[in-house]
C-alpha cells in the first residue's frame, strides 16, 4: 500500500519551470556539449541546475556529458533525475534507454524504451533499442516484435545496414523460439507431479529432495525434458517474471534447482517469485540459502536485506490481524483502500475525500497520512501535503515513504535544505517499504542539490 503514496509523487510534480539565469546557462551547455566541450558544459549545467535545481532539459543534458566522459552509472542517475523532474520528456527516456543499454542494464533500458515508444510511436529507433534491449535479457517474443516494427518504420537509407541487422536477429530469434518450442511440449508429456505441501524437518542443505509448495511443485517435471538446463530454465522464469506471472516464474526457478540446487541466481531469483506471491517463508528460506552458499559478498549482503525485509513483513502481518467488521477501523480501512485506488487513478480530489474519512474513523491510521500526502502533491497542495507526512512519519517513524514525500514536498515549497536532508534519509533507509529505484532518485536529487550548493540539515526531523 505505501507503494501507492509517496512513491508516485516524483511523477504527479512535473518539471520545474527554469529562471532566465537558468536557461541561459542551458543554452551555454548546449553549445559546448555541441562541441565536445565536455567540461565547459558541465559546469554550464550544473549552473542551470543551481539556479533552477529541478531543470529537466539540464539534468538530461548533465547526463549526456557523464555519458560522453564513460561514465555510465552517473548518467543513468541523471537521465533518471530528469525522467523524475518532468515524466514527458522522450529525450531522457531514449537517453536513460541507449545508456542503460550500453551498460549492460537490459531491464532498465527496456523499461526506458517501452515508456518512449509509448511517448514517439513513429520514431523507430526506439524500437531497435526495444528489440536490443529485450534480446539482451533473452525475451525473444517481444524482441522479435520490436525489431518488427523497427524494420516496418525504418526508411531512412543511412539506417539499411541496421534494417539487414535487425532482419538477422529475427531469423536468430525465430529459431530459437522453434527449438524452445519443441523442449516444452517434451516436458509437456512428461508426467506430472502430485501438489504437496511442505511438512516435517528441513532438507539438508544442498538436498533436491524438499517437498515442494503447490505453488512449485509441477515444475519439477520441467527438469526432466532432455536437453533441459538451468540456465535456460531461469531464462524462462525470467519472462513469466517480467510477464507478471509470478507463479509460473517460481515453477522455473524450481525446476532449475532440481537440475542445480545450489545455483545462486535461480535461489534467489526463486525467492523474488515467492515474495510477489507473499510467500515471505519460502522467500526467506532461498535467500538465506544464497548468504550460505554464495561466493559473493555483495550478493550475500543483498540476500540477507532481503531476509531481514521478508522477516519484518511477516512480523508486521502478524502483529496486525484484520480488523472486525463494523469497526472504526475496518471502515477507516475501506475508505483508506478506496483513497488509494483513486490515488492510482489520479482522481485526487476524491482521494483527499475519503482518506479523510479514513483518518476521521481511525487518527492513528499512518498509511492514509501518507496516502492523503500523496494526494494533495497531485493537488499541489504542498503546505498540506507535508504536514500530512509529517503526521505520518509521528504516527509510524519506522516508515521510509513519508521521507521521499517530505522531500518532493519540500523541494516544491523551495525549502531545498529540507529537501535533500530528506533525501539523503530515503536513500539510506533500510524500511520495509523502501525501493532500490526510488533510493537511486533519492541520490540522484541529493547530489544535483549539493551541486547547487544547498546544504542538508544534520538534525534529524521532527517526528
Same mark, same amino acid.
Given at each position: 500500500?505505501?507503494?501507492?503514496?509517496?512513491?508516485?509523487?516524483?511523477?504527479?510534480?512535473?518539471?520545474?519551470?527554469?529562471?532566465?539565469?537558468?536557461?541561459?546557462?542551458?543554452?551555454?551547455?548546449?553549445?559546448?556539449?555541441?562541441?565536445?566541450?565536455?567540461?565547459?558544459?558541465?559546469?554550464?549545467?550544473?549552473?542551470? @541546475?543551481?539556479?533552477?535545481?529541478?531543470?529537466?532539459?539540464?539534468?538530461?543534458? @548533465?547526463?549526456?556529458? @557523464?555519458?560522453?566522459?564513460?561514465?555510465?552509472?552517473?548518467?543513468? %542517475?541523471?537521465?533518471?533525475?530528469?525522467?523524475?523532474?518532468?515524466?514527458?520528456?522522450?529525450?531522457?527516456?531514449?537517453?536513460?534507454?541507449?545508456?542503460?543499454?550500453?551498460?549492460?542494464?537490459?531491464?532498465?533500458?527496456?523499461?526506458?524504451?517501452?515508456?518512449?515508444?509509448?511517448?514517439?510511436?513513429?520514431?523507430?529507433?526506439?524500437? =531497435?533499442?526495444?528489440?536490443?534491449?529485450?534480446?539482451?535479457?533473452?525475451?525473444?517474443?517481444?524482441?522479435?516484435?520490436? =525489431? #518488427?516494427?523497427?524494420?516496418?518504420? *525504418?526508411?531512412?537509407?543511412?539506417?539499411?545496414?541496421?534494417? *539487414?541487422?535487425?532482419?538477422? =536477429?529475427?531469423?536468430?530469434?525465430?529459431?530459437?523460439?522453434?527449438?524452445?518450442?519443441?523442449?516444452?511440449?517434451?516436458?509437456?508429456?512428461?508426467?506430472?507431479?502430485?501438489?504437496?505441501?511442505?511438512?516435517?524437518?528441513?532438507?539438508?542443505?544442498?538436498?533436491?529432495?524438499?517437498?515442494?509448495?503447490?505453488?512449485?511443485?509441477?515444475?519439477?517435471?520441467?527438469?526432466?525434458?532432455?536437453?533441459?538446463?538451468?540456465?535456460?530454465?531461469?531464462? *524462462?522464469?525470467?519472462?513469466?517474471?517480467?510477464?507478471?506471472?509470478?507463479?509460473?516464474?517460481?515453477?522455473?526457478?524450481?525446476?532449475?534447482?532440481?537440475?542445480?540446487?545450489?545455483?545462486?541466481?535461480?535461489?534467489?531469483? #526463486?525467492?523474488?517469485?515467492? +515474495?510477489?506471491?507473499?510467500? =515471505?517463508?519460502?522467500?526467506?528460506?532461498?535467500?538465506?540459502?544464497?548468504?550460505?552458499?554464495?561466493?559473493?559478498?555483495?550478493?550475500?549482503?543483498?540476500? #540477507?536485506?532481503?531476509?531481514?525485509?521478508?522477516?519484518?513483513?511477516?512480523?508486521? %502481518? %502478524?502483529?496486525?490481524?484484520?480488523?472486525?467488521?463494523?469497526?472504526?477501523?475496518?471502515?477507516?480501512?475501506?475508505? $483508506?483502500?478506496?483513497?488509494?485506488?483513486?490515488?492510482?487513478?489520479?482522481?485526487?480530489?476524491?482521494?483527499?475525500?475519503?482518506?479523510?474519512?479514513?483518518?476521521?474513523?481511525?487518527?492513528?491510521?499512518?498509511?492514509?497520512?501518507?496516502?492523503?500526502?500523496?494526494?494533495?502533491?497531485?493537488?499541489?497542495?504542498?503546505?498540506?501535503?507535508?504536514?500530512? $507526512?509529517?503526521?505520518?512519519?509521528? /504516527?509510524?517513524?519506522?516508515?521510509?515513504?513519508?521521507?521521499?514525500?517530505?522531500?518532493?514536498?519540500?523541494?516544491?515549497?523551495?525549502?531545498?535544505?529540507?529537501?535533500?536532508?530528506?533525501?539523503?534519509?530515503? +536513500?539510506?533507509?533500510? +524500511?520495509?517499504?523502501?525501493?532500490?529505484?526510488?533510493?537511486?532518485?533519492?541520490?540522484?536529487?541529493?547530489?544535483? /542539490?549539493?551541486?547547487?550548493?544547498?546544504?542538508?540539515?544534520?538534525?534529524?526531523?521532527?517526528?
Amino acid at each position: 500500500m505505501s507503494s501507492v503514496t509517496a512513491l508516485a509523487l516524483a511523477a504527479l510534480l512535473g518539471a520545474s519551470s527554469p529562471s532566465p539565469q537558468a536557461r541561459a546557462a542551458f543554452q551555454r551547455g548546449e553549445k559546448a556539449l555541441e562541441a565536445g566541450q565536455l567540461d565547459e558544459a558541465a559546469q554550464a549545467y550544473q549552473e542551470a @541546475l543551481k539556479a533552477t535545481p529541478n531543470y529537466a532539459e539540464a539534468l538530461n543534458g @548533465l547526463g549526456s556529458v @557523464l555519458f560522453r566522459q564513460g561514465k555510465r552509472a552517473d548518467a543513468m %542517475a541523471k537521465f533518471q533525475a530528469a525522467i523524475v523532474a518532468d515524466p514527458g520528456m522522450k529525450l531522457a527516456y531514449f537517453n536513460l534507454g541507449y545508456a542503460a543499454r550500453k551498460n549492460g542494464d537490459f531491464v532498465v533500458a527496456a523499461q526506458a524504451y517501452e515508456t518512449y515508444v509509448k511517448l514517439d510511436p513513429s520514431d523507430p529507433d526506439g524500437y =531497435y533499442g526495444l528489440g536490443e534491449s529485450y534480446r539482451g535479457q533473452g525475451k525473444a517474443e517481444p524482441a522479435v516484435k520490436a =525489431y #518488427q516494427t523497427y524494420i516496418s518504420l *525504418e526508411n531512412r537509407p543511412s539506417e539499411q545496414r541496421f534494417v *539487414e541487422k535487425a532482419k538477422e =536477429y529475427v531469423a536468430q530469434l525465430k529459431a530459437q523460439q522453434t527449438s524452445g518450442a519443441s523442449a516444452a511440449a517434451v516436458a509437456a508429456s512428461a508426467p506430472a507431479v502430485p501438489a504437496t505441501k511442505a511438512a516435517g524437518p528441513a532438507p539438508a542443505p544442498g538436498s533436491s529432495a524438499a517437498a515442494l509448495p503447490p505453488s512449485t511443485a509441477a515444475a519439477a517435471s520441467v527438469a526432466a525434458a532432455p536437453g533441459a538446463t538451468a540456465a535456460a530454465l531461469i531464462t *524462462e522464469g525470467d519472462r513469466a517474471l517480467a510477464a507478471g506471472n509470478a507463479a509460473a516464474a517460481a515453477q522455473s526457478y524450481q525446476a532449475a534447482l532440481q537440475l542445480e540446487p545450489t545455483n545462486v541466481e535461480a535461489l534467489f531469483k #526463486q525467492g523474488n517469485a515467492l +515474495a510477489k506471491q507473499k510467500d =515471505y517463508k519460502g522467500a526467506i528460506e532461498k535467500w538465506e540459502r544464497v548468504v550460505q552458499v554464495s561466493p559473493d559478498p555483495a550478493t550475500r549482503q543483498s540476500a #540477507q536485506q532481503n531476509v531481514d525485509k521478508a522477516r519484518a513483513r511477516l512480523s508486521a %502481518a %502478524a502483529a496486525t490481524p484484520a480488523p472486525a467488521a463494523g469497526t472504526p477501523q475496518a471502515t477507516a480501512r475501506e475508505a $483508506y483502500e478506496r483513497g488509494v485506488r483513486l490515488v492510482v487513478s489520479r482522481d485526487y480530489a476524491a482521494a483527499v475525500q475519503a482518506l479523510t474519512e479514513a483518518l476521521a474513523a481511525d487518527p492513528t491510521l499512518a498509511v492514509a497520512y501518507t496516502a492523503r500526502g500523496s494526494a494533495n502533491v497531485g493537488l499541489r497542495r504542498f503546505y498540506e501535503a507535508a504536514a500530512d $507526512y509529517q503526521d505520518a512519519l509521528r /504516527l509510524d517513524p519506522s516508515r521510509a515513504s513519508p521521507l521521499y514525500g517530505l522531500a518532493v514536498a519540500y523541494a516544491a515549497l523551495g525549502r531545498t535544505a529540507d529537501a535533500r536532508t530528506y533525501y539523503e534519509r530515503y +536513500a539510506a533507509s533500510t +524500511a520495509p517499504d523502501v525501493r532500490a529505484d526510488f533510493q537511486a532518485t533519492a541520490r540522484s536529487k541529493s547530489a544535483a /542539490l549539493a551541486a547547487a550548493g544547498v546544504g542538508g540539515s544534520p538534525t534529524p526531523p521532527a517526528r
